[in-house]
């Protein structure tokens, strides 16, 4: 569980805040705007910091699950010693049918990095198993 900054009494189960914490300061930016108010200076740290804790969270748990995975940095047409594995992948649509949440807030979550993926050819690839553990760990 994480204890959000200044909101020390709520804890949030990490899971909840790598998901949702990168997308909560723009929503409460655009809800504060359409009052025709600012966002509280202490309510943007708190929500920044949130985000950068749920961007740390998942980048912590990509790397406990690929860090047996080895990867290449060769161009395609050369040989090369340690082969990347290849791996099933899932796209947009599919990512957020199973974690249940629009196809926009995948690609901007692959974008910020927050939701591991590669740009192929403009089109965001995921790695499948991944994909479906996170959405195990969501429900």
């Given at each position: 569980?994480?204890?959000?900054?200044?909101?020390?009494?709520?804890?949030?189960?990490?899971?909840?805040?790598?998901?949702?914490?990168?997308?909560?300061?723009p929503l409460v930016e655009r809800e504060y705007r359409q009052d025709g108010r600012q966002v509280p200076p202490?309510?943007?740290?708190?929500?920044?910091?949130?985000?950068?804790?749920?961007?740390?969270?998942?980048?912590?748990?990509?790397?406990?699950?690929?860090?047996?995975?080895?990867?290449?940095?060769?161009?395609?047409?050369?040989?090369?010693?340690s082969p990347t594995p290849w791996v099933p992948v899932v796209y947009t649509q599919q990512v957020a049918e199973k974690l249940g949440i629009g196809a926009r807030a995948v690609q901007r979550r692959a974008a910020r990095g927050t939701l591991p993926a590669t740009l192929v050819d403009g089109a965001w690839q995921f790695d499948a198993a991944a994909v479906d553990r996170l959405a195990q760990e969501v429900k």
């Open positions: 569980m994480i204890v959000p900054p200044g909101l020390e009494g709520v804890l949030w189960p990490r899971r909840l805040v790598a998901l949702y914490g990168p997308d909560l300061l202490d309510l943007r740290k708190v929500l920044e910091e949130m985000a950068e804790m749920g961007r740390e969270y998942l980048l912590a748990e990509v790397a406990k699950r690929t860090s047996d995975v080895r990867t290449c940095s060769h161009p395609v047409d050369t040989e090369c010693s």
